[in-house]
């Protein structure tokens, strides 16, 4: 990965690309669920606010130290996106998060997608931290953060429970990214 923007990975089953704003149109079908947001609040995006989230994700972080890196989920056997996942990366600690569509959920896409990212980015050698945040009562989230080798820790933020996994262990202590930079 670079700093400039990330790098496409894949996985058994879906095949993970840089979100672009491109991707706005299939992307709102996929996420007019309502039922998304049960956990995390707000509603279904129109197309122009979700176009203009995605072209603000694409420009990137405001913060030169901070890397905002996301990517849409296609199926492989059919092509169709399904989700995304995303990454806020400030020096060694990625914050990562998650959403899969409706009609996808139930396959393990979440599971394998989550699990990829974090694979992905403990491979390109910077990250060495990765943590996710979910809510107590999602154990769908809490399952796919322990696919990907989470595991809970004793902190909260934001009525959501940390999980963590790190990989290399470094004595400095690790700045606090914000994966919800959805701006």
Known sequence: MTNHGPEAFSTERLAATPLRAAHAEEMATVLADPALHTYTGGAPEDLDTLRARYTRWE???PDPAEHWWNWVLRVRAD??????????VAGPRAEIAWVIGTRWQGLGYAKEAAAGLVAHLLAGGT???????IHPDHTASAAV???AGLAPTDEWEDGERRWSRTDVTSGAARPRADPRHRG
């Open 145 to 147: 953060a322990a696919a």
């Open 59 to 61: 420009s990137g972080s």
């Open 127 to 133: 990250v060495h931290t990765v943590v996710a945040h």
């Open 79 to 88: 092509g169709r996106l399904a989700g995304w996942v995303q990454a806020t």
